[in-house]
């Protein structure tokens, strides 16, 4: 039985390297330097969980437990040291994130896309452009696609990680590694 936590892939799913331009579509090659330095991540963790199938409910008979799970895994497998940490929730799991996620940013929202737009409204790109090298989308919702747009203008590395097969196709055009999630 494979837990959800798991992380997949350790190289991203082939890109080309070869980008709109800024200056009316025409075709032009963007070069990103993959920095060893500073990280920001929008995780949405609740994407990130999805729906538990029957098999993992048999493993999580506690839901909290599977987001616990798969926040220490993300936890260890991409955040290092001085990386900036912005999670997002909906509010009814707000404590409980809290709990996992105690020394970064939690935000919650209400509704459709509520954590989504609670995630995006606390993010201000120049800032992230400046301390910055990698903007790290951990979602598959479409929603983060003008958010990614805009970091790869501001000269950010955009990556995304997903669950396999729940990666938006906006979302997916506007990254330019994707790693996915078992």
């Given at each position: 039985?494979?837990?959800?936590?798991?992380?997949?892939?350790?190289?991203?799913?082939?890109?080309?390297?070869?980008?709109?331009?800024?200056?009316?579509?025409?075709?032009?090659?963007?070069?990103?330097?993959?920095?060893?330095?500073?990280?920001?991540?929008?995780?949405?963790?609740?994407?990130?969980?999805?729906?538990?199938?029957?098999?993992?409910?048999?493993?999580?008979?506690?839901?909290?437990?599977?987001?616990?799970?798969?926040?220490?895994?993300?936890?260890?497998?991409?955040?290092?040291?001085?990386?900036?940490?912005?999670?997002?929730?909906?509010?009814?799991?707000?404590?409980?994130?809290?709990?996992?996620?105690?020394?970064y940013s939690v935000r919650?929202?209400?509704?459709?896309?509520?954590?989504?737009?609670?995630?995006?409204?606390?993010?201000?790109?120049?800032?992230?452009?400046?301390?910055?090298?990698?903007?790290?989308?951990?979602?598959?919702?479409?929603?983060?696609?003008?958010?990614?747009?805009?970091?790869?203008?501001?000269?950010?590395f955009v990556r995304g990680?997903?669950?396999?097969?729940?990666?938006?196709?906006?979302?997916?055009?506007?990254?330019?590694?994707?790693?996915?999630?078992?």
């Amino acid at each position: 039985m494979r837990s959800i936590a798991k992380l997949a892939n350790d190289s991203p799913l082939s890109r080309s390297q070869s980008r709109r331009s800024n200056s009316g579509g025409a075709l032009g090659t963007q070069s990103y330097k993959r920095a060893a330095g500073r990280t920001c991540h929008i995780v949405d963790i609740e994407n990130l969980v999805g729906r538990l199938n029957p098999e993992q409910i048999y493993l999580y008979s506690d839901r909290s437990k599977a987001f616990s799970d798969v926040s220490d895994s993300y936890r260890r497998k991409w955040v290092h040291g001085s990386d900036l940490v912005y999670v997002g929730c909906d509010a009814a799991i707000m404590f409980s994130t809290a709990l996992d996620w105690q020394h970064y940013s939690v935000r919650f929202g209400r509704g459709k896309d509520g954590a989504d737009r609670a995630l995006i409204e606390v993010i201000d790109l120049d800032a992230v452009a400046r301390s910055c090298d990698v903007l790290q989308i951990a979602s598959g919702d479409h929603v983060f696609a003008p958010l990614a747009m805009r970091a790869r203008r501001e000269g950010l590395f955009v990556r995304g990680v997903a669950r396999a097969g729940q990666l938006s196709y906006a979302l997916r055009e506007n990254c330019d590694a994707i790693y996915t999630m078992v």
